[in-house]
C-alpha cells in the first residue's frame, strides 16, 4: 500500500516558520502532482499547496499565498511545504497526497502537526 509519510512540524510562535516534507517508497514522488492539505480540528481538510510533477506549475489556497511555498526534489523524492509568516489559523494537522491515491484512505499518512501559538 502507497503511503506517504509526513514530517517537519512542530510548535512555533506566530510570525515564525516551519519547513514541512513529504516522502513515500518508490517512485511515486517523481511521477506525481503532489498536494499539500490540512485539517484543523471540527474542520474539514482542505488543500493547501499543489506541485506538478515537474515542479513548473504551483497553486496554493487563498488564505496561504504569499506565505507558503511548495517545492519538489525530484532527485531527493521529496515535497516540501515552506511555511513563513504562520498564524495561529494554520494551526492544523498536515497531509501530503497525490490526485491519484487521495480518494483511497490508506494512502494517506499520520500527517505531520502544525501548532502556532504564543
Known amino acids: 500500500q502507497v503511503q506517504f509519510v509526513e514530517s517537519g512540524g512542530g510548535l512555533v510562535q506566530p510570525g515564525g516558520s516551519l519547513r514541512l516534507s513529504c516522502a513515500a517508497s518508490g517512485f511515486i514522488l517523481r511521477i506525481t502532482a503532489m498536494n499539500w492539505y490540512r485539517q484543523a480540528p471540527g474542520k474539514e481538510r482542505e488543500l493547501v499547496a499543489g506541485i506538478s510533477s515537474t515542479g513548473g506549475t504551483t497553486n496554493y489556497a487563498d488564505s496561504v499565498k504569499g506565505r507558503f511555498t511548495i517545492s519538489r526534489d525530484n532527485v531527493k523524492n521529496t515535497v516540501s511545504l515552506q511555511m513563513n509568516s504562520l498564524k495561529p489559523e494554520d494551526t492544523a494537522v498536515y497531509y501530503c497526497?497525490?490526485?491519484?491515491?487521495?480518494?483511497?484512505?490508506?494512502?494517506w499518512g499520520q500527517g505531520t502537526q502544525v501548532t502556532v501559538s504564543s
Open positions: 497526497n497525490t490526485l491519484f491515491f487521495q480518494s483511497n484512505p490508506d494512502s
